[in-house]
């Protein structure tokens, strides 16, 4: 047993998942398309993508005169490292992002690609700046009347730290009078303890919605370790930057990964329309849960008129589901909210957000709210047209198309989200997973399936001829269905080789960062196998601190091993010194409870550790088995009681299969 065998990621280390390394997986050999062994794109995908240039004015200058526009200074040579000298951020490695598209990226992506890497400190209007390419956000510097009011510290302590200091280089040596936190994803809080000390500065505001704390240190404790692994594919992580791999995330360049933290608010936003004056300026709030995130607020500055949309707003179709795994989130509600936003603050000159580059001018910015609200609510709207008609997830995707009026605007577009797998969102939150189609009540799982589909399609040799045809005449969708059998039922090398082709070939048509990535993950896991997990979970330490007790007691039971638990019965008192709080948990019908105790009660065994000391051993810097025999906990009752609770428990799998049984 090592440790307490309780990997619980959090909200942190499904990104932290995705950044920690650059593979040196070379693409440009042995993926290729179109049964070549080339990686090269395949004639029908240098089709598709000239197809989608001429659809589209990509040499529209606007976006670019806007991305560009009050540019104060840039580092050309943007390298981040931690204390360690590892490069947690680069913005070199995008340098090949550059002049027009190359065969092997969608133009519609690189064109949003060459967007996200313009990088620097800008000027949006007077008294309001922004740092953008630290990191996967923006951090917004907003001038007070002694200090800087700190908007979104993006996601690490190295980056939020270097953004700040180079912001201090040209606009002077200002101290933080003040820190907003627009919602709790962690690109938009990790690096607050790089601005701000809680411990000497606990008398400097920081804003943030209400239930931020338990949304931004719980989030993704029970669901965590599969969604960092799913990650991996969302943002690329095992892919080189390069035009055979990762270009772009759609939303920004990456994640960052580094040391995360969190400061805990002191002015916590419930309601639409509180006002509140920070360091001498006056902010209007518009509070807006369970819209992009859990926990999420936007502003408006009167005096400047400028209007922080937050992620309640992008310049591109964001995710009503994400790829890495979450809860859907509600499309109705989000347009409401913008629509809501569109009329508060109908006087802005001034529009910034969380992500990507200004607009000014009201015309402008009431356009692209106006695209933003109803891109979501068509999606909504016509994915449950189509329900009405009794049209299924997989048929509804198929169909559903955004209006050209909507279409037509690059801030629409699906760089992030995508109609697609948006639509199936809809109908997955009002209808669920099934169909309705009795073939899908009970279907065989994948491996079983996949091996009769083979049996009855004429064996191995027969699939394998009717896979490389599909891939010769382009029809990379299906060949991708039909050797996805032929690898599940244990089909050889030959058949993972010509699935990585089309998985390939998918990728480089792909105008979704995302489903680039996805496409091309899979495609280098078919040849390598997953990749190893290089994360240091000690990183997130003081964000895990302020999560509560009961949410690692949850994860604990969900790793429970419910057969090998089956007729047993143990009762664990866990007292946290530190906190002068206790707990029993108890395995009954092989489930695992937890209940908080005010007063002594009978256990198999009762474990005094302090708070601190059981994140270390949550984070494997501490072993359990190993402390017993100090003096840094105690332990009453069976010792072999408490080795054979905690033996219980299932260690989740870092990099378990998704492209091979």
Request: charged share 20%; net charge negative; aromatic share 10%.
């Amino acid at each position: 047993m090592r440790g307490l065998n309780v990997n619980p990621a959090i909200l942190v280390l499904f990104l932290a998942g995705v950044l920690s390394a650059c593979s040196d997986t070379d693409l440009s050999e042995n993926q290729g398309g179109s049964g070549s062994e080339s990686g090269q794109a395949s004639q029908y995908t240098v089709d598709h993508n000239r197809r989608v240039a001429e659809t589209l004015s990509l040499d529209n200058p606007k976006d670019f005169e806007q991305a560009n526009r009050g540019l104060i200074a840039r580092d050309e040579q943007l390298e981040i490292k931690d204390e360690l000298g590892r490069t947690i951020w680069n913005m070199k490695d995008y340098d090949f992002v550059q002049g027009d598209a190359p065969n092997t990226v969608n133009p519609s992506l690189w064109r949003q690609a060459k967007l996200n890497n313009l990088h620097g400190l800008y000027k949006v209007s007077d008294g309001i700046y922004q740092l953008r390419g630290y990191d996967l956000s923006n951090m917004t510097l907003i001038e007070g009347e002694t200090g800087w009011i700190v908007v979104d510290p993006l996601t690490t302590k190295e980056t939020a730290e270097a953004a700040l200091a180079f912001a201090r280089t040209h606009l002077g040596d200002k101290p933080v009078s003040g820190l907003i936190m627009t919602h709790s994803h962690v690109d938009h809080f990790g690096g607050a303890l790089a601005v701000l000390d809680p411990e000497t500065q606990s008398d400097v505001p920081v804003v943030a919605p209400e239930h931020f704390m338990a949304e931004a240190t719980s989030e993704n404790i029970l669901a965590g370790p599969t969604m960092k692994r799913r990650a991996v594919y969302m943002y690329g992580r095992d892919l080189p930057k390069s035009p055979y791999g990762h270009v772009d995330t759609g939303l920004g360049k990456a994640p960052a990964f580094g040391t995360v933290g969190i400061v805990p608010p002191n002015i916590l936003i419930s309601k639409t329309g509180e006002t509140h004056r920070i360091d001498g300026v006056e902010f209007q709030f518009q509070y807006t849960p369970n819209s992009e995130a859990p926990a999420e607020l936007t502003f408006y500055l009167p005096k400047q008129k400028a209007f922080c949309g937050a992620e309640l707003l992008s310049r591109n179709m964001h995710n009503l589901y994400t790829l890495r795994g979450a809860k859907v989130r509600d499309a109705l509600a989000w347009s409401a909210y913008i629509e809501e936003a569109r009329l508060l603050y109908k006087d802005a000159d001034i529009y910034f957000a969380s992500h990507h580059w200004p607009i000014w001018g009201q015309e402008s910015i009431d356009k692209f709210l106006r695209g933003q609200r109803d891109t979501y609510k068509y999606i909504h709207d016509q994915t449950l047209r189509l329900a009405y008609k009794g049209h299924t997830p997989k048929e509804i995707s198929e169909m559903i198309r955004l209006p050209e009026s909507l279409a037509s605007e690059f801030s629409n577009r699906g760089y992030y989200g995508t109609t697609k797998h948006n639509s199936k969102a809809v109908y997955q939150a009002y209808f669920g997973w099934y169909d309705a189609n009795p073939a899908n009540l009970n279907p065989l799982p994948p491996e079983a399936a996949s091996v009769k589909y083979i049996e009855a399609m004429g064996g191995e040799d027969a699939v394998l001829q009717k896979g490389q045809a599909a891939l010769d005449q382009g029809e990379y969708r299906w060949a991708a269905e039909l050797l996805n059998h032929l690898v599940f039922a244990g089909g050889g090398e030959k058949a993972k080789e010509l699935l990585a082709q089309a998985y390939t070939q998918l990728g480089y048509q792909a105008e979704s960062g995302p489903w680039r990535d996805v496409y091309l993950s899979a495609a280098v896991e078919l040849k390598n196998g997953p990749g190893k997990d290089l994360i240091s979970l000690a990183a997130a330490k003081d964000l895990l601190k302020h999560a509560p007790v009961e949410k690692f007691f949850d994860a604990m039971a969900a790793q429970l091993n419910g057969p090998d638990a089956e007729g047993e019965e143990i009762r664990l008192n866990v007292h946290f010194s530190d906190l002068q709080t206790s707990y029993q948990l108890w395995i009954e019908n092989s489930v695992l409870h937890y209940r908080s105790l005010n007063d002594v009660a009978e256990a198999d065994a009762s474990l005094r550790i302090s708070h601190d000391l059981f994140l270390d051993v949550i984070l494997g810097t501490a072993n359990l088995r190993d402390l017993l025999f100090s003096d840094q906990l105690s332990l009453e009752g069976s010792q072999l009681d408490l080795l054979k609770f905690f033996s219980l428990l299932d260690k989740s799998s870092e990099a378990f299969a998704i492209v091979e049984p």
